[in-house]
Nanobody, 122 residues
């Protein structure tokens, strides 16, 4: 079993930055695919970014967000720059044992964190 705990969310003004962290514990592996998803009120959960054998981003965050990982610390990160009000959502970290569907589909992930709130004021 793998436990994921997100941190780093908060309130920021439009144009600002936040860095989310996802600390993994338990039966972790550096081979796991890590992903970030988000869910805004009244909307379905959507893909944000993934890191496995490559990184990939949703079009809406390409060029503004950067996903990374530190395997020594069992931690994944999401650096979010140039934040917009439409980025407001609960952000979830996820881990997958296998690379499937390009890492973009939530059903491909085996473990999930509890989420961290990101609010962007205009």
């Amino acid at each position: 079993q793998v436990q994921l705990v997100e941190s780093g969310g908060g309130l920021v003004q439009a144009g600002g930055s936040l860095r989310l962290s996802c600390a993994a514990s338990g039966r972790t592996s550096s081979r796991y695919v890590m992903g970030w998803f988000r869910q805004a009120p009244g909307k379905e959960r959507e893909f944000v970014a993934t890191i496995g054998w490559r990184t990939f981003y949703a079009d809406s965050v390409q060029g503004r967000f950067t996903i990374s990982r530190d395997n020594d610390k069992n931690t994944a990160y999401l650096q979010m720059n140039s934040l917009k009000p439409e980025d407001k959502a609960v952000y979830y970290c996820a881990a997958a044992r296998l690379w499937k569907s390009g890492g973009t589909q939530s059903h491909s992930y085996d473990y999930w964190g509890q989420g961290t709130q990101v609010t962007v004021s205009s």
